[in-house]
């Protein structure tokens, strides 16, 4: 920038030389060939000439101010990305997960993105999250499985139910179904109610697995028991159709009722169903 300022007075000073020297070749040569004093009094440079530096000058001082300001600006910038660099990566994510709530997902993506850089398997899943639904980033499936599967392989459960669904679904890379249920169960066994009623689907319809709708009742009563609204209505169907279990129009009622008052529609129309049909 300091070359760039440098460069431009130069250039305005260098002008203004030209300017003077040609102005006095002028007035020398009318003076010759007029053989006359009639331009002994007028001023080697004229207004115009003047105005002309004038201006150029001024554009100088506007460059140099706008040189100022950009230095300045850059000076900040660096500023910042130093402290985000001098951050923890507990720091960056909790700063990163303030500004997501506060839906300032541009500036969110910043910090999220740096903790990931640094490890944070939290901040890995978000960023997949971000990637998955174009939130301060371009949507990016490719770049979501990428995040996913970093988080996930540090032992992050909603991370390894959210890869399983991209291999389930061909979502970010090439669908494998088996892949799903290595995911799914990852994070079925550390708890989580998603991946749990989805490793219940994939036995129930032997998607990657071998069929066992046992095993599939199983893990749904383990998403169901955790208030996972579409396990309950599963399992309620499990009951009403003895599909895994021994039948059993109570509990297929009790489970429907539980999916039902949380609002999940299929669920409401199952209990109504019951009800017009004398099942209790």
């Known amino acids: ?8 007075l130069f250039c305005v000073w260098l002008i203004a030389i030209l300017q003077i020297r040609q102005t006095k070749c002028s007035h020398w040569a009318s003076f010759m060939m007029n053989d006359s004093t009639e331009h002994a009094d007028t001023p080697l440079l ?6 002309k530096i004038k201006r150029l000058i001024t554009m100088a001082a506007c460059g140099v101010a706008l040189s100022a300001a950009l230095q300045a600006a850059e000076s900040s910038a660096e500023s910042m990305l ?5 951050s923890s990566a507990e720091d960056l994510l909790a700063e990163g997960k303030r500004l997501y709530d506060e839906k300032n997902f541009s500036e969110a993506f910043k910090y999220l993105h740096a903790a990931a ?4 398997p939290r901040a890995q899943c978000a960023m997949g999250v971000m990637y998955t639904f174009g939130e301060g980033v371009e949507k990016n499936m490719a770049e979501a499985a990428k995040w996913y599967r970093l988080a996930a392989e540090q032992g992050h459960a909603r991370a390894q139910h959210n890869l399983g669904v991209c291999y389930a679904q061909g979502t970010g890379l090439e669908k494998d179904e088996a892949q799903a249920v290595k995911w799914y169960r990852a994070a079925a066994e550390q708890g989580h109610a998603r991946a749990q009623c ?4 994939c036995h129930a319809q032997g998607m990657g697995v071998e069929k066992d709708e046992a095993e599939a009742v199983k893990w749904y009563r383990a998403a169901a028991e955790q208030g996972d609204a579409e396990a309950q209505c599963i399992l309620g169907l499990c009951y009403e159709n003895g599909r895994g279990v021994e039948k059993d129009e109570a509990e297929a009622v ?11 529609a299929r669920a409401q129309c199952n209990l109504g169903w019951c009800y017009a049909n004398g099942l209790s």
């Not at 920038?1 to 431009?8: D, F, H, K």
């Open 1 to 8: 920038l300091r070359c760039g300022i440098l460069y431009v």
């Open 46 to 51: 004229t207004y115009t000439h003047i105005m």
């Open 82 to 86: 130093s402290a985000v660099a001098a």
């Open 117 to 120: 850089q640094k490890g944070h």
């Open 198 to 201: 989805n490793l219940g689907w």
């Open 254 to 264: 009790k489970w429907y009722r539980l999916a039902a008052e949380q609002g999940y």
